[in-house]
């Protein structure tokens, strides 16, 4: 059985920093795809960042150039940090898992539908 478990959100202001962490654990296979999404309330899920085990990364245009997603395959945890936070970025995350997933390109989709396993979330708040 997956679970995965997101911690790191909190409460900070316009231009700050957070780092998030998702530890997985029951992964069978070593061929993954992990992700952060985003949710906030009557809006659709929007994936925030991929990664795929062999490192293929992929992030949304929103998010570019501030988020970096990571991973310690050692430690079986994804990280998102988060850098120049905008009150736009206020949202429950979730980290997801795609797992198995055997991609050739090593990308792995940002489509929530495609992931089979998902944590609790953990609420990220940004205020101006």
């Known amino acids: 059985q997956v679970q995965l478990v997101e911690s790191g959100g909190g409460s900070v202001q316009s231009g700050g920093s957070l780092k998030l962490s998702c530890e997985a654990s029951g992964l069978t296979s070593s061929a993954n795809c992990m992700g952060w999404f985003r949710q906030v309330p009557g809006k659709e899920r929007e994936g925030v960042a991929s990664i795929h085990s062999v490192g293929g990364i992929s992030y949304a245009d929103s998010v570019k150039g501030r988020f970096t997603i990571s991973q310690d395959n050692a430690k079986k945890t994804v990280y998102l940090e988060m850098d120049g936070l905008k009150p736009e970025d206020t949202a429950m995350y979730y980290c997801?898992?795609?797992?198995?997933?055997?991609?050739?390109?090593?990308?792995?989709?940002?489509?929530?539908?495609?992931?089979?396993?998902w944590g609790q979330g953990t609420q990220v708040t940004v205020s101006s």
């Open positions: 997801a898992a795609r797992s198995p997933y055997y991609s050739n390109s090593g990308v792995c989709s940002r489509n929530f539908l495609t992931y089979n396993n």
